[in-house]
């Protein structure tokens, strides 16, 4: 598997990728060292292409990218993985890099790259100021593990809205409702009957056979996620992740919104959703408003 980590400088990329060589046992490849591969540089690209076509279906390699131009030499079927953070943080650690001095021409340097990868097409985000390098690799591994499994990802039929609906219920109760007060868990089983809430919006399914194991309703009007929810026996194998790219395929280039619990948080984040404000209670929910910008 070929796991493309793209970034600009200091953003956090080789601090995750030295997290996933461990637990992948990948070799890192860092911008141009595929040069050593032979004496012409043109001879050496065609060669280090050809290493990760292989390695798509065969051993792991990360690819560590600072450049825009190496993300062409990425094969059909790498995981691309774009790892964010904001100008601050990197000023700070390039001003640490070049021991505590931070010269006014790299500064103007970093503004200048600041965002160039923004507009990609990425599996993955990753914060590298303030992202959680264990969960993800997590969420990586659950993602990368099914891609052979045979799981349906399509949109729900009307007359299977009551089964996404029984599954948003068993879900929460396990796995959100303890970190909510009796009177947020009473709101969120109201939501679940109130026909004027669940009107007009769209069901994705998930299904394992004819099992349906995961569930997620937007509303497409305001491109609002309201429920997002995956059966717990099937939790860390990529379901979710898939059931997302399977909206967001229908609304390219969208701005998409949700509030998360704080059990669901660090998953959000790691599919490429950032917090708007800090986490609210309304009505005994707890929730932080979050969004994901289509590219």
């Known amino acids: 598997m070929v796991f493309g980590i793209i970034g600009e400088n200091c953003s956090g990329k080789s601090t995750l990728a030295e997290k996933i060589k461990t637990e992948f046992g990948a070799e890192?490849?860092?911008?141009?060292?595929?040069?050593?591969m032979a004496k012409s540089e043109s001879e050496a690209v065609s060669l280090f292409r050809e290493k990760l076509r292989r390695a798509v279906s065969g051993e792991n390699i990360i690819y560590v990218i600072a450049d825009?131009?190496?993300?062409?030499?990425?094969p059909d079927g790498a995981v691309r993985i774009l790892v964010t953070a904001d100008l601050e943080t990197i000023k700070e650690r390039f001003t640490?890099?070049?021991?505590g001095t931070l010269p006014k021409s790299v500064a103007l340097m970093l503004e200048r790259r600041h965002?160039?990868?923004?507009t990609g097409e990425y599996d993955y985000r990753f914060d590298g100021a303030a992202g959680d390098a264990n969960f993800f690799c997590e969420v990586l591994k659950s993602g990368t593990a099914d891609r052979e499994k045979a799981f349906t990802i399509r949109r729900l039929f009307e007359d299977e809205r009551q089964a996404a609906l029984d599954l948003a219920w068993v879900v929460f109760s396990e796995y959100e409702s303890p970190d909510y007060s009796a009177e947020g868990t009473e709101e969120f089983r109201k939501c679940l009957h109130d026909e004027a809430y669940l009107s007009g919006l769209h069901y994705y399914g998930a299904f394992d056979g004819e099992k349906l194991i995961g569930e997620i309703a937007i509303r497409p009007d305001r491109k609002h996620i309201c429920f997002f929810f995956v059966d717990g026996r099937y939790h860390r194998r990529g379901i979710g992740t898939r059931m997302f790219r399977?909206?967001?395929?229908?609304?390219p280039k969208e701005t998409i919104t949700l509030n998360s619990s704080p059990y669901g948080l660090p998953f959000y984040k790691a599919i490429g959703f950032v917090p708007t404000d800090e986490e609210k209670t309304v009505n005994g929910i707890r929730f932080t408003p979050m969004k994901y910008e289509g590219k």
């Open 96 to 99: 640490a890099r070049m021991h």
């Open 115 to 118: 965002g160039i990868f923004d």
């Open 246 to 251: 399977s909206v967001i395929e229908d609304y």
């Open 28 to 36: 890192i490849i860092t911008g141009k060292d595929y040069l050593r």
């Open 68 to 74: 825009p131009e190496h993300v062409k030499l990425l």
